[in-house]
């Protein structure tokens, strides 16, 4: 739906930034608690960051257990749901719960005022009295620097940006990066071309009976040990390890699933390995992770060195009527899951009610 420019801006409580499972978490809580809110989003449809993953990506736990707050996820045929399940799940999400969403909406600063936060976007002006970041890492994807990197000749991809693997038929592919998702495109490549796993150290591959659930049970458990000011549980197997998802196992049976220790640097044809030797490289396909996307936080002065930004429970030190959810375990344990992010959203909309009353009762 198109919207106009508005000429002044709208006051409302809350403004959610973002149009994910995170956002949808966060307005879940809101709308349960009567809180006035509106959703921001700069996508054109529904379904975050999962509108532009790879074509044949799955999740790592079932539907049950890949759920936001209030609606469980449909079951599919498959033990694991496809990213276009998950893109439904979340459509039909915002409608069941009539989300507010604006969309396309780009937000290009939020900035202090006296009364609120004045929150500017390409379609008008909101000053809320409090705001929700929640705006993921898909748009911030993170490549390292290696030597020589300008100067190759070959097609360089971050996995954002990864569809599907018959484009590189009969390439020599390098694989660079350790997770689930170096793991899982590493595993579909490698029917089609000749690939090579890049990876800091060796992974962790997780036992066969190991998935999305029991990650989650182990995060919960270091959630409740550090609650309770006990030493964390550190369980073998964290969110980052390699869960053996069937293409992943599949790999494994063919004998593709190892990976050696990154090279030194970038030649205009290829890579060299620490010991010397060269290799012809036709593309690399970057699985390094991502940055926060915290852009439009820029003039309230609130990001560390690390390009984050210091909260306590989800909550900005140096602003206090800004919150953040969704970001990774800074934001709260498995706050970057479906399911995990609950625990956040709650809290951050429990939080947001309290300020509100405490900021009426002082603005009668």
Not at 93 to 102: Q, S
Not at 161 to 167: L, N
């Amino acid at each position: 739906m198109s919207i106009s420019k508005a000429s002044a801006a709208i006051p409302i409580d809350v403004v959610v930034v973002g149009g994910g499972q995170s956002s949808l978490a966060v307005a879940y809580f809101l709308r349960r608690a009567g809180i006035g809110y509106v959703v921001l989003d700069d996508q054109p449809a529904p379904g975050g960051a999962w509108q532009h993953t790879w074509d044949s990506l799955h999740l790592f736990s079932p539907a049950q257990w890949s759920s936001l707050p209030g609606w469980l996820m449909p079951a599919t045929a498959e033990t694991y749901p496809s990213r276009e399940h998950v893109v439904r799940y979340l459509t039909e999400y915002e409608k069941r719960y009539e989300i507010p969403v604006r969309r396309p909406v780009d937000v290009t600063s939020v900035s202090r005022r006296e009364d609120g936060l004045l929150v500017s976007t390409d379609h008008g002006e909101w000053l809320a009295k409090t705001v929700v970041s929640a705006t993921g890492t898909w748009a911030r994807p993170y490549i390292p620097d290696y030597p020589g990197q300008a100067c190759f000749e070959g097609e360089q991809l971050h996995s954002a940006h990864y569809r599907k693997p018959e484009i590189f038929h009969g390439k020599n592919v390098l694989v660079v990066g350790g997770g689930n998702s170096g793991a899982q495109i590493l595993a579909e490549l490698s029917q089609v071309c000749h690939t090579t796993w890049v990876t800091l150290e060796e992974p962790t591959l997780l036992p066969d009976d190991v998935d999305g659930r029991v990650l989650f049970e182990r995060a919960t458990e270091r959630w409740i040990a550090r609650a309770e000011g006990r030493a964390d549980p550190a369980p073998t197997g964290g969110l980052g390890d390699i869960v053996m998802v069937p293409p992943v196992r599949d790999a494994r049976e063919r004998g593709v699933l190892h990976s050696v220790r990154p090279f030194s640097h970038f030649t205009v044809d290829g890579v060299v390995w620490k010991d010397g030797s060269h290799a012809r490289v036709d593309a690399v396909i970057w699985c390094t992770g991502f940055r926060p996307a915290l852009e439009h936080l820029q003039p309230l002065h609130v990001l560390n060195d690390a390009g984050r930004v210091d909260v306590v429970e989800g909550r900005a030190v140096l602003e206090p009527r800004l919150w953040l959810v969704g970001y990774g375990e800074w934001c709260g344990f498995a706050s970057a899951t479906l399911i995990g992010v609950m625990r956040s959203a709650r809290s951050t909309a429990t939080q947001i009610g309290q300020y509100l009353t405490s900021f009426e009762d002082s603005n009668p």
